[in-house]
């Protein structure tokens, strides 16, 4: 058994990202734990003003999926939808490296460095600094996952997804879909990318690239084998 934390952004790039890996990992008997950074719902509030019952429901479908997924934990920080650029990084960093401290995971999923979404990149940055392979570091594999309608919409000549590996996700496709539907507000109507149909094309396509029925890809940004 391992521990496994994901860094989200956003409350849903954890499962529109690795969701069946997530699901995987669990069956296995692996501890999962997610930690998100923003809420993902103040970008949208009008006047200023943060419906609160918005934010309750966007955790509630969190927790949920989590749930679905058979995750361990769900963690939120709460910081501003679309402004962890206004965070200095270095708090960002010192909150991911708290978690870390107190859970000691082997295996952490974050976002594509190359994602359109500012909080996305910055989420990649503050996790590759806290998991610096330095002496009694617990991590050992560090993995970043695509989120459709951030990672393919970057311009071009900005740092593309180039997967290298590819996890076999068809015994929980099931279970991945079930936690999407948790999230069924943040969902949109085909073609749009964030749908289930464009979800699921999606991972026919990365899993006919490995010869899989059905997969979800990764960058490998660090892996670490010990003596």
Same mark, same amino acid.
């Given at each position: 058994m391992e521990t496994v934390l994901v860094v989200a952004a956003h409350p849903d790039d954890e499962v529109l990202g690795c969701g069946g890996t997530l699901a995987r990992h669990a069956a296995a008997g692996d501890a999962v734990h997610?930690?998100?950074?923003?809420?993902?719902?103040?970008?949208?509030?009008?006047?200023?003003?943060v419906d609160?019952?918005?934010?309750a429901a966007r955790l509630d479908a969190?927790?949920?999926?989590?749930? &679905?997924?058979?995750?361990?934990?769900?963690?939120?920080?709460g910081l501003?939808?679309?402004r962890l650029d206004t965070v200095p990084l270095l708090d960002l960093v010192q909150a991911v490296e708290r978690v870390l401290a107190r859970l000691d995971p082997q295996i952490v999923y974050t976002h594509h460095?190359?994602?359109?979404? &500012?909080?996305?990149?910055l989420?990649?940055?503050?996790?590759?600094?806290?998991?610096?392979?330095?002496?009694?570091?617990?991590?050992?594999?560090?993995?970043?996952?695509?989120?459709p309608s951030s990672t393919e919409w970057q311009a071009p000549g900005a740092a593309p997804f180039e997967?290298?590996?590819? &996890?076999?996700?068809?015994?929980?496709?099931?279970?991945?879909?079930?936690?999407?539907?948790?999230?069924?507000?943040?969902?949109?109507?085909?073609p749009h990318p964030r749908s289930i149909e464009a979800i699921e094309a999606l991972g026919r396509w990365r899993g006919a690239s490995a010869g899989l029925a059905h997969a979800e890809a990764f960058m490998v940004a660090r892996q670490i084998v010990a003596g």
């Open positions: 997610v930690l998100f950074l923003a809420d993902g719902v103040a970008a949208r509030a009008v006047g200023g003003s609160p019952g918005a934010l969190a927790r949920e999926a989590a749930a &679905i997924l058979g995750l361990a934990g769900v963690e939120a920080l501003p939808d679309n460095h190359g994602d359109l979404n &500012i909080d996305h990149r989420a990649h940055q503050a996790v590759l600094t806290a998991c610096r392979p330095l002496p009694g570091c617990s991590v050992h594999t560090l993995r970043c996952f695509e989120v997967p290298n590996l590819f &996890i076999d996700v068809t015994a929980t496709l099931d279970r991945k879909r079930r936690a999407l539907q948790a999230y069924g507000a943040e969902l949109r109507t085909f």
